[in-house]
């Protein structure tokens, strides 16, 4: 086993202690982890969670003890774990996705929230601001903005050069949908591209959504930002490399789970933040007066060995600007 595995295994069977293992001791604060995913999928979330929350002072198990909550793809059943999060009178809660978030702050006007998301914060009706947001919530976003899905597109172009119709995956119920529709089509106007949009509401619609894209002669694909399609990664990585489809996604993440290349702000850098604000609220800090953090750096992965299974050759001038190279 590979170091990266092993530790990603062991942070797994942490996030997985009985709760008697884990038992609070009085007076330690208890945080509360909302997410719309699985634990086996938010492994490397959780573990960047404790390293945010271990820069602020705080160690799970010694001054701090979590509560996690897996709505396991079925984003249904997170207002009822978020209500349970609420009864148990959490001092703070870290909701990771928007279905999580605002799912949290529809249970709470006094909990303290940090969120983590992949879209603009505003638009999705978390907070009225950026700067100052105000209320009993906050977090970190990763918001892949219309100049980002222009450069995925651009990246995707010079790695398929001859494509003529470049696919768009979106996920039908998430909140920031029509905002993603409309600025892929505004970045593939400007670059001359012709796009096709499919829909994937759930894991069950993967197959139809790669069939109709063949069927309808698309040569590549961009899947956008969606806490579905990340929890999913394994299975839309695989999909793509089934239906042969050259594929860019918005994380690191999907490269490293066998994708072709990412371009995008770091997912597991975000949830350190989200453990960082956690600790800076849990000190005595108002969460309505922490800025909701955006990206500074995005990061360009491609995988070589996918690459050679699509029979693709990377320009080297692509590889020399790439921030990880996945052999």
């Known amino acids: 086993m590979r170091r990266r ?10 996030a997985a202690w009985p709760l008697a293992a884990r038992a609070q001791q009085p007076g330690m604060p208890v945080v ?39 709505a396991e793809n079925r984003d249904e059943r997170l207002p009822a774990l978020a209500a349970d999060l609420v009864r148990r009178q959490c001092a703070l809660i870290v ?13 709470t006007m006094t909990i303290p929230i940090v969120f983590a998301t992949g879209d603009d914060p505003v638009k999705v009706g978390l907070v009225p601001r950026l700067n100052r947001p105000g209320g009993n919530i906050t977090g970190i976003s990763f918001y892949n903005s219309a100049d980002l899905e222009s450069k995925q597109l651009e990246l995707l172009r010079e790695v398929v050069p001859k494509a003529g119709v470049i696919g768009v995956l979106v996920n039908p119920t998430g909140a920031a949908v029509q905002s993603q529709e409309s600025e892929a089509q505004v970045a593939a106007r400007a670059l001359g ?24 002669r698309v040569e590549a694909l961009l899947i956008v930002g969606n806490a579905l399609f990340t929890g999913q990664r394994y299975r839309l990585v695989a999909v793509a490399a089934r239906y042969a489809l050259p594929t860019i996604y918005p994380l690191r993440e999907f ?7 990412s371009y995008g702000g770091s997912l597991t850098d975000a949830y350190r933040q989200v453990g960082v604000y956690a600790g800076r609220i849990l000190k005595g800090e108002k969460p309505g007066d922490l800025p909701v953090t955006l990206p500074t750096k995005f990061e360009l992965v491609i995988n070589l060995q996918t690459a050679k299974g699509l029979g693709i050759e990377i320009p080297p001038m692509l590889l ?7 052999e």
């Open 5 to 14: 595995e092993f530790i990603l295994a062991l942070g797994g069977a942490a």
């Open 32 to 70: 509360g982890f909302l997410r719309s995913t699985s634990a086996n999928a938010s492994i490397d979330l959780v573990a960047a969670l404790r390293r945010g929350l271990a820069e602020a002072g705080y160690t799970e198990g010694q001054n701090i003890a979590i509560e996690y909550r897996w």
């Open 95 to 107: 909701a990771g996705g928007n279905a999580a978030a605002l799912a949290a702050k529809s249970a």
């Open 193 to 216: 591209l012709q796009l096709f949009v499919v829909n994937a509401a759930s894991e069950r619609d993967f197959d139809t959504a790669f069939a109709t894209l063949t069927q309808q």
């Open 255 to 261: 490269v490293a789970a066998g994708g072709l290349m």
């Open 320 to 326: 020399a600007r790439a921030d990880e190279v996945i």
